[in-house]
């Protein structure tokens, strides 16, 4: 199944920098690891946002709601979920 997703980070801007630097690191090898296994195939910067637009490839809603509650960034994001079903007319 696919799933569209929004992120958008907000991170707190007093946010301790080494904090900060940890939890990005975490954040980056935790979604290349589920790149790598096929399982986040888009992920794509919103252009001029702390925000990023992903295409997410799973079993079902709770293997989506699984990944995406394990991220590092989770308690700084907000997530708009779009489930994607097949168009008619796609070639
Ligand atoms: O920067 C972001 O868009 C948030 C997040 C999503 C993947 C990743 O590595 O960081």
Request: proline share 9%.
């Amino acid at each position: 199944m696919l799933f569209h997703v929004r992120m958008d980070v907000r991170l707190p801007p007093d946010l301790d920098p080494d904090v900060r630097a940890e939890l990005l690191a975490r954040e980056k090898a935790y979604s290349q690891d589920l790149q790598r296994a096929g399982k986040w195939p888009h992920l794509w910067r919103i252009a001029g946002e702390y925000a990023n637009f992903s295409v997410l490839n799973v079993e079902n809603v709770d293997e989506l709601h699984d990944l995406l509650s394990g991220l590092p960034l989770f308690p700084y994001l907000e997530i708009k979920v779009t489930p994607l079903a097949t168009h008619p007319s796609a070639i």
